[in-house]
Nanobody, 117 residues
């Protein structure tokens, strides 16, 4: 079992920046992908950004050029730097760890990001 703990969510004005952090602990198998998802009120959870241990990344079109995902494999952490935030970025953000050997997903408890206009 792996446990994920997020931090960094807050209220910010449009155009501002936030940095989300996630620390994973427990049984973490390689290879794996870490990432961030978000869920706005009344909407389905959607992928925001993913990063493999090789540092290859994926970004949703809506955040390309504004968000940057990074990870520290030695510390099992993943961060999401969010710049030029928009009101439509308002959501609960969830950290995810996918272990490819076991094909299991682990989720954090979520951290709230609110962007005011």
């Amino acid at each position: 079992q792996a446990q994920l703990v997020e931090s960094g969510g807050s209220l910010v004005q449009a155009g501002g920046s936030l940095r989300l952090s996630c620390a994973a602990s427990g049984s973490i198998f390689s290879p794996n992908t870490m990432g961030w998802y978000r869920q706005a009120p009344g909407k389905q959870r959607e992928v925001v950004a993913l990063i493999r241990e090789s540092d290859s990344t994926f970004y949703a079109d809506s955040v390309k050029g504004r968000f940057t995902i990074s990870r520290d494999n030695a510390k099992n952490t993943v961060d999401l730097q969010m710049n030029s935030l928009k009101p439509e970025d308002t959501a609960d953000y969830y950290c995810n760890l996918r272990c490819h050997v076991t094909d299991r997903d682990y989720w954090g408890q979520g951290t709230q990001v609110t962007v005011s206009s």
